[in-house]
């Protein structure tokens, strides 16, 4: 393939031919994301909350006024050439399981239902001990788990071989599994191989879909809370083999809301007392989460934002030992359509005591599917431009963003933003924006 150099920047393959994007679970994400990619190729919707395709980039001094969109700045497949592949342990195709997510209305489901029928999920890897609330059949079996990612490395050949094509990218759209540390068969590739070929129950089922993405040269971005590719084996297999991975869980709701307002708190010099946090939400997700061991993996993703961006360490006056609490509660008459409710404790000037109230009235899966559509094509210009293994440039959409052994994650979603665009900048050779200002003055 053709190389285009940029100046002073990466050597970046074009995106020519077709984009395969396999999903790891054909529920609710997975479907309104497939679903909203063929609405908006039809016109009939905008990808709204997509940064690829709505969003743009300041290039130069404000005073130039050069600020194209992104998909216009860098070398992205255009979503004329994605192509949707994916596994579940519910055979519905897609046009049926979107219609039992109850996400997204009849009328815009009718006018897709073509391609949507068309899609229909490849047998999962799955283990009932994992993710203890679901109950699917579309279930591959084998004598080990080393069998299971072989079967997954011949689907992904197969796909790709039956779609034409040029590339492909992985996202795990998948429900939460049970909480898991690493340990030893964590630590190497050959240590985690032979775990396979033993069925180590410390290897989970979206652990073997990373490393059958990983050995298939297929970037891998993680949407869930579980460990998965965060584990010296996989990232240093990553590594090795060319391809850039990210994770993990998509931050759509309260998170989200979390990194947006504890930056303002702090960048005030605002101290918190506490923070309480509840979910209500009746999606499938919900009732995973329903499960004590999938929450649990939940709430460590949850939990780990507000200590990072407060640095109670750095600021013990207004942040040490404050209180956060994050529940999160089962309600199936609410479907996707989740609530997060806030309460938030905080003091000012003189210590006076103050309060926030959110009620957050938010759509899970149209929240995540633009994240999970952005994730696509971002790994895939990152193989393109010759970068591998752990992406942190795009902690921008993540809970809780991987980064590099001993570095602390950047939580920050103004600084998450600034870290995506100067990295941008960077592979296409611009200058990066410090937001000094000084320039302007001199």
Request: contains cysteine.
């Amino acid at each position: 393939m053709e190389a285009e150099t940029k100046a002073n920047g990466l050597e970046i393959a074009p995106a020519t031919g077709k984009l395969g994007v396999l999903l790891v679970g054909l529920g609710a994400v997975s479907t309104t994301l497939v679903a909203g990619v063929e609405a908006i190729r039809r016109g009939i919707s905008q990808p709204v909350g997509s940064l690829t395709q709505m969003g743009t980039i300041r290039l130069g001094k404000r005073t130039d006024n050069n600020v194209p969109r992104i998909k216009d700045f860098v070398p992205l497949a255009s979503l004329e050439d994605v192509v949707f592949g994916a596994w579940d342990i519910f055979p519905d195709n897609a046009f049926e399981a979107a219609k039992k997510a109850g996400v997204l209305e009849k009328d815009l489901l009718e006018q897709v239902s073509e391609p949507l029928a068309s899609l229909k999920p490849m047998p999962a890897v799955f283990e009932q001990s994992y993710v203890k609330r679901l109950h699917g059949e579309n279930v591959k079996t084998g004598k080990n788990k080393m069998e299971l990612a072989e079967q997954l490395i011949e689907d992904i050949a197969r796909f790709k071989s039956a779609n034409g094509c040029d590339r492909v990218v992985m996202v795990w759209a998948a429900s939460t599994e049970v909480y898991l540390e690493a340990s030893g068969c964590h630590l190497t590739t050959e240590a985690f191989e032979q775990a396979l070929y033993d069925s180590d129950p410390a290897i989970a089922p979206s652990m073997i879909y990373a490393y059958a993405a990983i050995k298939s040269g297929v970037p891998f971005a993680n949407g869930a809370p579980n460990l998965t590719a965060d584990i010296p084996a996989l990232t240093k297999l990553a590594e090795a083999n060319g391809v850039p991975i990210c994770g993990k869980d998509f931050k759509t709701g309260q998170t989200l809301m979390k990194t947006i307002l504890a930056p303002g708190l702090k960048s005030r010099m605002l101290g918190l007392d506490g923070w309480y946090s509840t979910n209500i939400l009746g999606n499938r997700d919900g009732e995973v989460l329903d499960d004590p061991e999938s929450f649990k993996t939940k709430e460590e993703s949850k939990l780990s934002v507000l200590e990072h961006i407060l640095q109670p360490e750095v600021y013990p006056d207004l942040y040490e030992g404050f209180s956060h609490v994050v529940r999160i509660n089962y309600y199936p008459p609410r479907g996707d359509n989740k609530e997060g409710w806030d309460n938030i404790d905080i003091f000012g000037w003189l210590g006076y005591k103050m309060q926030i109230k959110i009620d957050f009235l938010c759509r899970d899966s149209i929240l995540a599917a633009p994240l999970a559509l952005d994730l696509a094509l971002f790994l895939d210009l990152a193989q393109r431009a010759g970068m591998r293994g752990i992406q942190e440039w795009l902690s921008f959409y993540f809970k809780a963003p991987q980064t590099a052994p001993g570095l602390y994650p950047e939580h920050d979603l103004f600084i998450q933003l600034m870290k995506l665009k100067n990295t941008l900048r960077h592979m296409m050779g611009e200058d990066l924006i410090t937001h000094l200002g000084l320039e302007y003055y001199d």
